[in-house]
């Protein structure tokens, strides 16, 4: 089993910035890739950001630009970077690990960006 512990979510004021960290424990082999998505109140996950072991990333359109994701491979540990906030962001933010196949989740951690 593979654990994800999330933390860094808050409140924020438009154009802010948040740091989300997520540390992933228990049985890790061979990450494919780790990686954020978010969920807004009434609607689908969506793909945030992810990042591969070799570093290749991929960003949804809407966040291009404005934040930066990043690992650190010892540590197995993603963070997201999350720069110019707006209040589109907000949403419950969770961690994503894949490894060989199969998808795991951490339990969510909530950004609010609101004045």
């Known amino acids: 089993q593979v654990q994800l512990v999330e933390s860094g979510g808050g409140l924020v004021q438009p154009g802010g910035s948040l740091r989300l960290s997520c540390a992933a424990s228990g049985s890790i082999f061979s990450i494919t890739y780790m990686g954020w998505y978010r969920q807004a109140p009434g609607k689908q996950r969506e793909l945030v950001a992810t990042?591969?072991?070799?570093?290749?990333?991929k960003y949804a359109d809407s966040v291009k630009g404005r934040f930066t994701i990043s690992r650190d491979n010892a540590k197995n540990t993603v963070y997201l970077q999350m720069n110019s906030l707006k209040p589109e962001d907000t949403a419950v933010y969770y961690c994503?690990?894949?490894?060989?196949?199969?998808?795991?989740w951490g339990q969510g951690t909530q950004v609010t960006v609101s004045s």
């Open positions: 990042i591969t072991s070799g570093d290749n990333t």
């Open positions: 994503n690990l894949r490894q060989w196949a199969l998808d795991y």
